[in-house]
């Protein structure tokens, strides 16, 4: 079946820096994609939808200048934490729809961010 | 807007009971609707989804849920627990293949020896 990948799997930063994070789809094109925060112990919230050759939509409250989501290819779908604090350590997801008549997501394994 | 409600935070079980995890489901149009479980540090795995079809739907581990129009609910549930099915379970509803998921809060199910 179709699979989405994320890199890393984990990454601590300090405070301050940015990071990147990837988020592939191998075997099939994906003009969509979403990035989701999941912190300790709760649920998965949308952070923003991203779209092929177009601007992201973020969801209220997300800081579209502090998370930078950048989708250049049918394939590949980056999430930029700049300036991290303490505060945005969590677990980031992204997902990418499947066929349209599937109403299916497929996740990615998800990125543990720890900033010190 | 459609939303999912997961009552109960937290569910206990002795191993080979039955699990019960409930969802009730808030939509203006048809919803589909998914049961995903999340392992400590990993991702979410697709357990089951409902999309028009048949009302009660098997999934994978012996888990099965069905959907209940007239109660908007997708109950999520397994004759016989496992050690193994102590996970975290969340609930989730779009309305078309190309918007994000709306997740429930989860669900943590713990299963006694």
């Known amino acids: 079946g179709a699979v989405v990948s994320q890199h890393p799997s984990w990454v601590i930063c300090k405070s301050g820096t940015s990071v990147k994070i990837e988020c592939r789809s191998l075997?099939?094109?994906?003009?969509?994609m979403f990035w989701y925060r999941q912190f300790p112990k709760q649920s998965l919230m949308l952070m923003a939808t991203?779209?092929?050759?177009?601007?992201?939509?973020?969801e209220q409250g997300v800081e579209k200048d502090k998370f930078l989501i950048n989708h250049a290819s049918l394939t590949l779908s980056t999430l930029t934490v700049t300036s991290a604090h303490p505060e945005d350590s969590s677990f980031y997801i992204c997902?990418?729809?499947?066929?349209?008549?599937?109403?299916?997501?497929?996740f990615g394994p998800g990125t543990r961010l720890t900033v010190t | 807007a459609q939303s999912v409600t997961q009552l109960g935070s937290h569910v206990s079980v002795s191993e080979g009971a039955l699990v019960l995890l409930r969802c009730n489901y808030s939509?203006?149009?048809?919803?589909?609707l998914f049961w995903y479980v999340q392992y400590p540090n990993q991702g979410l795995q697709l357990l089951l989804k409902?999309?028009?079809?048949?009302?009660l739907v098997k999934g994978i581990n012996g888990f099965e849920a069905e959907f209940k129009k007239s109660e908007t609910s997708f109950h999520l549930t397994k004759p016989s627990a496992h050690m193994s099915d102590a996970a975290e379970y969340f609930c989730?509803?779009?309305?078309?293949?190309?918007?994000?998921?709306?997740f429930g809060k989860g669900t943590r199910l713990s299963v006694i020896a």
């Open positions: 997902s990418a729809p499947a066929r349209r008549e599937s109403h299916e997501q497929y």
């Open positions: 991203s779209n092929e050759g177009s601007k992201a939509t973020y």
């Open positions: 989730a509803v779009n309305l078309s293949g190309n918007t994000p998921l709306v």
């Open positions: 075997d099939f094109q994906a003009t969509t």
């Open positions: 939509s203006s149009v048809p919803p589909y």
């Open positions: 409902y999309t028009s079809a048949a009302t």
